[in-house]
């Protein structure tokens, strides 16, 4: 579904990316690994047309998204969750749900059933909710985009331990339902038990790309790349 092979990018003069390439399938859930600095971060505000493609391609169904501006790459089907979450803070929860609604699935009523905490908040300002919440805020608006892949950039980022299980079991059931999800996380253990695919990247390179179990038969890939 969504392709990009030999992906340059950067920050105006400065290269960052020199070769990323990475695949997402239908319904699959792909884990983008790398250490701090390396380019994960860039690679996606590349593939949403936050930042030009300054070499190689990225398509979705077989067509380019080089050049789109962002929203159209949205309207598209990607939806992201950023990091940082970025919910709209002056906004009430149900606001920033609707902000990005599109027609699909995935209506309000959805979203809190997925979250019930964001129900019981729905009339609150999304500023004053606590960081656990926003990301469930942020996950909710990407869903409520009615995207075919959906895109964390740090799923779970300093959040508390109890809503980082709450934020991996929703993961798991939006895998249950077969949609395709590519996360950046630095819980290497829940990547390991949800992902299907792996991508390391290393210097804005990828350096290795393959399923769980040829990452659990690699045992030398993780420390070698991300030093674990
Ligand atoms: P992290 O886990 O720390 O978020 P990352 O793999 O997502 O790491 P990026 O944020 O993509 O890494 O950063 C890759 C490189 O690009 C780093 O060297 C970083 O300093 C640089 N960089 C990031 N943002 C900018 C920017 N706005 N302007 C210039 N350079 C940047």
Not at 15 to 30: D, H, N, Q, W, Y
Not at 199 to 222: C, D, F, H
Request: contains cysteine.
């Amino acid at each position: 579904m969504l392709e990009l092979r030999d992906v340059r990018s950067g920050y105006g003069q400065i290269p960052v990316l020199f070769g990323v390439s990475l695949a997402v399938g239908e319904g699959e859930m792909v884990a983008l690994l790398g250490r701090n600095g390396m380019g994960k971060t860039t690679t996606i505000r590349t593939l949403m047309g936050i930042l030009p493609v300054r070499g190689g391609s990225i398509t979705l169904d077989g067509t380019s998204l080089a050049g789109a501006r962002p929203f159209r790459i949205a309207r598209r089907g990607l939806g992201l969750v950023p990091e940082g979450r970025q919910v709209f803070p002056t906004l009430s929860v149900t606001e920033n749900l609707l902000a990005t609604a599109r027609p699909g699935p995935w209506n309000a009523a959805r979203i809190f059933a997925l979250f019930p905490r964001l129900l019981e908040r729905r009339s609150q300002r999304a500023g004053l909710l606590s960081g656990g919440e926003q990301q469930m805020l942020a996950i909710g608006r990407a869903l409520a985009t009615n995207p075919r892949l959906l895109i964390l950039d740090e799923a779970t980022e300093g959040l508390a331990p109890l809503i980082r299980v709450e934020i991996w079991a929703c993961l798991e059931k939006l895998r249950g339902e077969r949609l395709a999800i590519l996360v950046i996380d630095k819980n290497i253990d829940a990547l390991r038990r949800l992902a299907d695919r792996h991508v390391i990247i290393e210097k804005g390179v990828t350096v290795w790309s393959g399923s769980s179990a040829a990452l659990a038969a690699a045992p030398e890939v993780l420390p070698r790349y991300l030093h674990l």
